[in-house]
């Protein structure tokens, strides 16, 4: 069986990341799902950026904390990436879950726990449910604080650990928290690693694979997903139906 392949920030390498329009081309490519990251502004509302600030990806400044949605709204994502990208705004997590649906698996980034955005996790898991997209998210973190507030909240959601090191120095702490994946940085990942955490009955996701050669290697090796900034490459190596 193949893995789950899924565009990064939308398709990040092609487009402006984490925008409607980079979700959009990710999906005609063909991938199973989108990777997507999550801050709250001032106003609370849960704001599809990667960055704590705005000021990386569009022509505004300042934290995503500090300024209303209404403020957000009205920067541009897009110029920075092209001409031709002009106009494209930040959307809220409302936004993408209206646009797409059901067609899409998100895994849904959480940047930072409550211990930095009050009640983040309440107010996903919220917005999850609006849509009745539960069956089609998996929530995920480097923040293991925001992960065990999600499963306080909810018993069901999946979830996912975001690490930067051996799987195996992880599995303890999946289990604790009752997540179904490890997703773990590609230059790390060895077979021994994908025996001992199928093992342990958890799944392993590899990001961010950008190279043709990799993207084969990992879909052979039978790792569960691979999240990439270029989907019409990954789609390409790795999905023959």
Not at 26 to 53: N, R
Not at 180 to 197: E, G, M, Q, V, Y
């Amino acid at each position: 069986m193949r893995p789950l392949l899924f565009g990064h920030r939308g398709s990040r390498g092609l487009s402006p990341e984490n925008t409607i329009p980079s979700f959009k081309i990710a999906k005609c490519f063909g991938v199973d799902g989108v990777e997507l990251d999550v801050h709250l502004s001032k106003d609370k509302k849960l704001v599809v950026i990667h960055d704590e600030t705005v000021d990386r990806t569009t022509n505004g400044k300042g934290r995503v904390s500090e300024l209303t949605y209404d403020e957000i709204g009205r920067l541009d994502a897009g110029i920075k990436f092209g001409q031709q990208w002009k106009g494209t705004g930040v959307p809220l997590l409302k936004d993408v879950l209206e646009t797409f649906g059901d067609g899409l698996l998100y895994k849904i980034e959480i940047k930072h726990s409550s211990k930095v955005y009050p009640d983040i996790e309440r107010l996903l898991l919220e917005e999850i449910e609006r849509f009745s997209l539960k069956s089609k998210v998996q929530i995920i973190s480097f923040d293991f604080d925001a992960l065990e507030k999600v499963r306080e909240l909810d018993k069901n959601v999946e979830i996912g650990l975001i690490i930067v090191g051996k799987p195996r120095w992880f599995i303890d702490i999946a289990k604790k928290l009752n997540a179904k994946w490890i997703h773990a940085s590609s230059w790390l990942i060895t077979n021994d690693d994908l025996k001992i955490t199928h093992d342990n009955e958890l799944k392993i996701g590899v990001w961010t694979v950008n190279e043709e050669e990799e993207m084969k290697s990992y879909c052979e090796m039978g790792v569960d997903d691979i999240t990439s900034d270029f989907p019409n490459q990954l789609v390409k190596m790795c999905k023959n139906d």
